[in-house]
């Protein structure tokens, strides 16, 4: 072996041994706020059908919706009065009107809409009461407030009875839950119900996604494997644009935090241009290293992590439940192949030998 293919081969590694701790950090990173909020910039999967039926009496003027997936709650008073929304105790939580949406700070309900679980009541600082004087802080310009409400999604990881005997089959699982909003001296109560829907098969997208990484895989055996992988590597880029997109455009964090959310996707769409560049202009070595980053970016940022939707019925993206499957199994299978790619190295371009003699035609 020559001292150049040695110097290559060594350098080869050692971008390599490089690349895996590296991809891992940057992934862990924003392992926190993912962990905490879900899904790709802020959403959760699920099989609960949260739907609001009815506001009683009616208060024209008022309007009840339900986003994420059931996690939050969006009221919009355009009535022209203020309205007030009971906590879990019956105390004033929340203020919407004209004049802007106000929080009730020392509202035991403020405390506990911080988590998704709710803590429990030896759990709530002393200094929270239902019955203690409001202390009002404004959060918003109004006349729309959206919070995340216990009340309006399925709460503890415990499956109910009705759903373990039948899980193929719909069940309403809460037939009532309720929403207290007060005007003046009337109090309106929104009515809801939550319904476990049987998700699809994953299997079959699952099989997709095997199916897209053994064909990057076989494909990069070819002659035209250059091309191949600047295919795959830009189609895997595109499809994860895509499903940020819908959860960024569904979600309603804030966009420093949403931002924060997607920095993993946003590295891998660079490092796979990067990866796209190399292999364009024929820096093979350099290629390989993007290509693994970009792969381990986009298999653990748009395609592990987001493995639960590819079998839950109710998923939080403005791309709807297809389409978002459908970019998932993409990103999923493509990031699985090009790693297997990368690692197992590109193919070398076939070179003649320096000192090699030609043999002169033949004359006839």
């Known amino acids: 072996m020559s001292t150049r293919r040695r110097t290559v081969g060594r350098g080869s590694l050692a971008r390599l041994s490089l690349a895996l701790p590296l991809a891992a950090v940057l992934v862990a990173v924003p392992a926190g706020p993912a962990a905490a909020h879900g899904v790709g910039v802020g959403l959760?999967?699920?099989?609960?059908?949260?739907?609001?039926?009815?506001?009683?009496?009616?208060?024209?003027?008022?309007?009840?919706?339900?986003?994420?997936?059931?996690?939050?709650?969006?009221?919009?008073?355009?009535?022209?009065?203020?309205?007030?929304?009971?906590?879990?105790?019956?105390?004033?939580?929340?203020?919407?009107?004209?004049?802007?949406?106000?929080?009730?700070?020392?509202?035991?309900?403020?405390?506990?809409?911080?988590?998704?679980?709710?803590?429990?009541?030896?759990?709530?600082?002393?200094?929270?009461?239902?019955?203690?004087?409001?202390?009002?802080r404004r959060i918003g310009p109004g006349p729309t407030a959206v919070w995340h409400d216990h009340r309006s999604h399925r709460e503890g990881l415990e499956t109910p009875p009705e759903v373990r005997k039948a899980p193929g089959r719909r069940h309403v699982v809460v037939p009532n839950w309720q929403l207290p909003i007060r005007q003046g001296p009337r109090t309106f109560i929104v009515s809801g119900s939550i319904t476990w829907v049987p998700g699809p098969s994953p299997w079959p997208w699952v099989l997709a996604a095997a199916l897209l990484c053994a064909g990057v895989v076989l494909a990069s055996r070819t002659r035209r494997w250059r091309e191949a992988l600047v295919a795959a590597t830009a189609a895997a880029v595109v499809a994860d644009v895509l499903h940020t997109a819908g959860s960024w455009i569904a979600s309603t964090a804030s966009g420093a935090v949403k931002a924060y959310g997607m920095s993993v996707s946003v590295a891998a769409w660079v490092v796979g241009a990067l990866a796209v560049v190399r292999l364009l202009r024929g820096r093979d070595e350099p290629?390989?290293?993007?290509?693994?980053?970009?792969?381990?970016?986009?298999?653990?940022?748009?395609?592990?992590?987001?493995?639960?939707?590819?079998?839950?019925?109710?998923?939080?993206s403005a791309l709807g439940p297809t389409a978002t499957r459908a970019v998932v199994t993409v990103v999923l299978g493509l990031g699985a192949g090009i790693v297997v790619v990368a690692l197992r190295g590109l193919p070398r371009p076939v070179r003649r030998r320096a000192g090699a003699a030609r043999r002169p035609p033949q004359q006839r």
Do not use: H
């Open 44 to 136: 959760r999967p699920t099989n609960y059908l949260t739907t609001v039926t009815a506001i009683t009496p009616p208060l024209p003027g008022l309007g009840v919706r339900i986003l994420e997936a059931g996690d939050k709650i969006e009221v919009t008073n355009r009535t022209g009065q203020e309205v007030v929304v009971l906590g879990y105790n019956q105390e004033p939580y929340l203020r919407i009107g004209p004049a802007g949406v106000y929080r009730n700070e020392r509202s035991p309900t403020t405390y506990q809409n911080q988590f998704s679980t709710p803590p429990k009541a030896s759990q709530i600082p002393r200094d929270l009461s239902p019955s203690a004087t409001p202390e009002w």
């Open 287 to 316: 290629a390989r290293t993007y290509l693994l980053l970009a792969g381990v970016f986009l298999l653990l940022a748009g395609g592990v992590l987001d493995l639960p939707t590819l079998g839950r019925s109710q998923l939080p």
